[in-house]
């Protein structure tokens, strides 16, 4: 018998806070060390872009649990949960990790070209992600109906009971 995947990792905590609290300290442990080291403010700039594109996953981690609820109701998919968030701020996430790029690796002009190009490909990222979980939420709901429609009945069929209410007339005279 197989088990059904679970959507909640197997590593970390299956609380979003930890999840998320986790990579923000071990982030800042690495500027603080960074700042010590004396490498310079692009430490300083390329954090605030890790950090800013991370926003996009908190919302994606927060809105999870509300799927199934807005799909229920009729919601798009590109509104249910806390998407509107996630679409508000993956673009900026994604710009601005291509542009510490840029500024790292100097490429120049050629980042003109490059961080509007991340921006959309950072959102098609998210897409294709919540996508995928939603599939994964469908495909998991869908083998648990299967498996239910195969449990058979296995009590014995319960005697007949006759009809008393149907033969039964209230007397109100004596009240």
């Given at each position: 018998?197989h ?19 986790v990579?923000?300290?071990?982030l ?21 872009a ?52 840029v ?11 490059l ?52 033969e039964?007339?209230?007397?109100f005279?004596?009240?």
């Amino acid at each position: 018998m197989h088990a059904l995947r679970s959507l909640a990792s197997e590593r970390l905590s299956a609380d979003p806070r930890v999840r998320l609290a986790v990579p923000a300290v071990v982030l800042a442990y690495v500027l603080f060390l960074a700042l010590v080291v004396g490498v310079g403010a692009w430490a300083v700039w390329g954090t605030g872009a890790l950090v800013l594109a991370a926003a996009p996953w908190v919302f994606v981690s927060y809105g999870r649990p509300y799927l199934a609820e807005d799909a229920q109701a009729g919601i798009p998919f590109a509104w249910r949960g806390e998407r509107a968030g996630v679409w508000a701020t993956a673009p900026a996430g994604g710009f601005l990790l291509a542009l510490t790029l840029v500024k790292v690796v100097d490429l120049g002009a050629l980042g003109v070209v490059l961080c509007p190009l991340a921006a959309a490909g950072y959102t098609a990222l998210l897409v294709w992600a919540e996508r995928r979980h939603e599939h994964a939420c469908l495909l998991d709901l869908s083998v648990l109906e299967h498996r239910f429609e195969q449990i058979t009945d296995a009590r014995p069929p319960a005697p007949a009971q006759p009809d008393a209410t149907q033969e039964w007339t209230p007397d109100f005279a004596d009240a």
